[in-house]
C-alpha cells in the first residue's frame, strides 16, 4: 500500500519559533534528522521517494480550458500562513505502519533538539480505475 505523508509548514500549530529564526545548529539537526529518516526508510525497502519544496513565493497556480492559453497566476498569497513544505511516498504493508512513520516524522527536533510535533498529513495513493481500452 502506498502512502504520501505531507509535511506541512505551519509555525504557530507546532512552535512558537519560526524557521526563519531558529539557530543554524537547529536547523541543521532538523535537516539532519530527515536524511536520517531518508536513510532508514530506504534501508527497509518503504521509501518510494521523498522531497523538500521550494517556499510558496515560486509557486505558480496554472488553470486552463484546454483549448486557450493556460492562466498562470502566482502561488498561495503571501498572507498563507502555512503552506506544504514537503512529502515522503512510501510503500508499506499495513495504514498503521504509514502512521508509525509520520508519527516519528512529527518529532522532528526543532528549536533547542525539542520536537516539534508537526502534523503529518497520511493519505493513500489510490490505483487508477480499470478503463475499457
Known sequence: MKFMLLKTYSPAEYCDTPMTEWTPEEISAHIEF????G???????????????AFPDTARIVSS???????VTDGPFPE??????GYWI????TP???IEIAAQASAAP??????????IEVRQVMDAPATDA
Open 110 to 119: 526543532g528549536p533547542g533538539g525539542k520536537p516539534i510535533g508537526e502534523r
Open 34 to 37: 530527515q536524511h536520517t529518516l
Open 96 to 98: 498503521d505502519r504509514a
Open 80 to 85: 498563507t500562513k502555512e503552506f506544504l513544505a
Open 39 to 53: 536513510e532508514q526508510l530506504s534501508a527497509s525497502g518503504e521509501l518510494v521517494d521523498a522531497q523538500g519544496l
Open 65 to 71: 480550458d484546454g483549448r486557450s492559453a493556460p492562466v
Open 90 to 93: 512510501v510503500d508499506v504493508e
